[in-house]
């Protein structure tokens, strides 16, 4: 299974951060796999951020629920993360992963910088 991160790297205050995973050689409708976004801001550690089920049931940090959403394409076999009204707190190197407590296959990360 790979997964592979695409987005922009550099997005505004206020604007939202808007990311894609694509998953090959797996489908994201399998049972019963869970597939996360991961974010480690510079010097610190690893943020769980939310997944998308199997079955397209979400489930957030509670810390950022009420800007994130995650959807997914199953035609494309892909899933997203949208985060809104970012500040420069919400710099960091996004993942996509599959698993939740227990991940056992990442992408390679991409860099998101929130700076006007």
């Known amino acids: 299974v790979q997964l592979q991160e695409s987005g922009p790297g550099l997005v505004k205050p206020s604007q939202t951060l808007s990311l894609t995973c694509t998953v090959s050689?797996?489908?994201?409708?399998?049972?019963?796999?869970?597939w996360s976004w991961i974010r480690q801001p510079p010097g610190k550690g690893l943020e769980w951020i939310g997944y998308i089920t199997y079955s397209g049931s979400t489930y957030y940090n509670p810390s950022l629920k009420s800007r994130t959403s995650i959807s997914r394409d199953t035609s494309n076999n892909q899933f997203s993360l949208q985060l809104s009204s970012v500040t420069p707190q919400d710099t960091a190197v996004y993942y996509c992963?599959?698993?939740?407590?227990?991940?056992?296959?990442w992408g390679q990360g991409t860099q998101v910088t929130v700076s006007s």
């Open positions: 050689g797996g489908s994201i409708t399998t049972n019963y796999y869970v």
């Open positions: 992963v599959r698993g939740a407590v227990v991940a056992d296959y």
